[in-house]
């Protein structure tokens, strides 16, 4: 017999706002001092909050609202009184029975469901990479069904954003993610592998664009001394990722005193942090007398600093961040697109171009691709073939004429 009985009620979640102002209202189940929440689909900013559990609400879309929370909550109360013996497990089983169901018909629903830890775990760039892919197919398809994702779906999906002039990188990005939530709806017995649409359906691709800077122009960038601030800053932090085996940005914001040993620099990617668990390498840099040089120069002021530069803080949410590092990035950008200009360099100057540069020039030195691949963390010799899918013009052309030179 159980001790206590279970009981339903709901949480305003607003410890992470999400992109839109709002936040999640999730069902909280308590039991014998333990408790779970429930992500039920509601978001709410807190002025609707507030209104939904007022006295006089007149905003009819609240009332539907609020018609759907007292649903939630009936439901859960349903549920819990229906179990012998009271277990999370059990609730959920029998709670989210119809959401399951639900999942095996609507792609929406899928791709949320696969949204769902990523938004727990504080992963936020890769949740808006999904939620804007999820929109893609929802703008092409509104109510698509998982057994609905054909191969003649995928090629229509596909003329439908060439018509709309969008490139095959950007076709190949969101239907990559599409793959991945139909890879976890087979995985989880939602969806028939006999269904799966990817067997006869070739995602499209594109070679990459020239990102790296030829000699000349990287020669250009080296020898630039710009009198605006503004500038000199930029160039610096676009050299120091050059020169640190081409570290992304937000590597770059996330260092701290003690990444720097010596004349080298230790630390984990960002981006591969959370995806490559098992097996998670340290980057190790070698610090030349420039990259020190910038470093001392750049780095945060005063002692007990919890970064070695000052672009973040230690107060910050995940949230606030990747919003910290994407204004830094943009800051970056704005001002070497100006140096570019004033360089007449035609290659977009921008903080990819440091990494991609980073491994051209190092390709071009003889260097191996393995050992470029180390360099720039990458899981697999493959990835780092697409940063050097090509030779520059001007390796091209000294080779041409190597032709006769008898």
Known sequence: MQATKATASFLFDNRREKTDGTYPVKLNIYYNGDKKRYN????????????VNGEKLRDSSLKVTRRKLNEAKSKAEEVIESMDSFSFAGFEDLYF?????KAKLDLAGAFDDYIKPL??????????????????????????????VTPEFLEGYEQHMRSKNKSATTIGIYTRHLRAVINKCINDGLLSRDAY????????????VKKALSAEEL????????????????????????LC???????????????????????????TINTRKKDLRPIKVALSTLAKEIIWKRQTEGAGAAYLFPMLSPDLTPKQVDS?????IKYVNKHMKDIGKDLAISTPLLTYAARHTHATVLKRKGASTEIIRENLGHASVATTEQYMDSFTDDVKKEYANLLTDM
């Open 40 to 51: 039920i689909k509601i978001n709410l900013t807190e002025d609707q909050w507030e209104k």
């Open 97 to 101: 029975e119809e959401n399951k169901k």
């Open 119 to 148: 938004e727990e775990k504080g992963r936020n760039g890769s949740v808006q990479a999904y939620e804007t892919a999820k929109n893609s197919f929802v703008d092409y398809k509104a109510g698509i069904c998982l057994k609905d």
């Open 197 to 208: 649409p990817f067997a006869k359906y070739a995602i499209p691709s594109s070679r990459n």
């Open 219 to 242: 020669k250009k960038v080296f020898y630039y001394r710009p009198e605006d601030q503004n500038q000199s800053k930029a160039l610096d932090f676009w050299l120091l990722s050059y």
């Open 245 to 271: 085996n081409g570290m992304n940005m937000k590597d770059v914001c996330l260092l701290k005193h003690n990444d720097i040993s010596g004349d080298f620099i230790l630390y984990n990617r960002a981006k």
């Open 324 to 328: 910290k590092v994407h204004d830094f």
